[in-house]
């Protein structure tokens, strides 16, 4: 089951400027990791797979050294976002509320605390087996 939750008011600040829906999934199935689905006001979406500890980390810190990157800003308030699409020769930055997502985070922490994830492998590598090439 797919846990979504409005992420309140995301704004992409770079390459181009203006606020741009944004949702925040998560599935007790895949207990590491969240799902960041940003809309433009496209059909197109576009889903982005974080982990669920970077995500924490970044709440308090400057966290990620990968496709993903999270910064406070100096008010506390603010959680800047910057992806790095591999296609792209460009990083994607927004900003945040940061009380939302913790907010969000919290929520998960509730459906399946820390230190109790489990996964099934075997689920997992037969699923990784039994893809298309």
């Given at each position: 089951m797919m846990?979504?939750?409005?992420a309140?008011?995301?704004?992409?600040i770079?390459?181009?400027?203006?606020?741009?829906?944004?949702?925040?999934?998560y599935?007790?199935a895949?207990?590491?990791?969240i799902?960041?689905?940003?809309?433009?006001?496209?059909?197109?979406?576009k889903?982005?797979?974080v982990?669920r500890?970077l995500?924490?980390?970044?709440?308090?810190?400057?966290a990620?050294?990968?496709d993903?990157?999270f910064?406070?800003?100096?008010?506390h308030?603010?959680l800047y976002i910057?992806?790095f699409?591999?296609?792209?020769?460009r990083?994607?930055?927004?900003t945040a509320r940061a009380?939302?997502?913790?907010?969000?985070?919290?929520?998960?922490?509730?459906i399946?605390p820390a230190g109790?994830?489990?996964?099934d492998m075997?689920?997992?590598?037969?699923?990784?087996l039994?893809?298309?090439?």
């Amino acid at each position: 089951m797919m846990y979504d939750v409005p992420a309140g008011d995301v704004v992409m600040i770079a390459p181009e400027r203006g606020s741009i829906r944004t949702a925040l999934g998560y599935d007790p199935a895949d207990p590491y990791a969240i799902t960041m689905v940003f809309n433009a006001g496209t059909d197109e979406e576009k889903r982005w797979l974080v982990g669920r500890d970077l995500l924490a980390a970044g709440l308090k810190s400057s966290a990620g050294d990968g496709d993903v990157r999270f910064f406070r800003g100096a008010s506390h308030d603010l959680l800047y976002i910057v992806l790095f699409p591999r296609q792209k020769a460009r990083q994607v930055k927004f900003t945040a509320r940061a009380p939302d997502f913790s907010e969000f985070l919290d929520a998960t922490y509730a459906i399946v605390p820390a230190g109790s994830e489990v996964i099934d492998m075997d689920s997992e590598l037969d699923w990784l087996l039994s893809e298309d090439e």
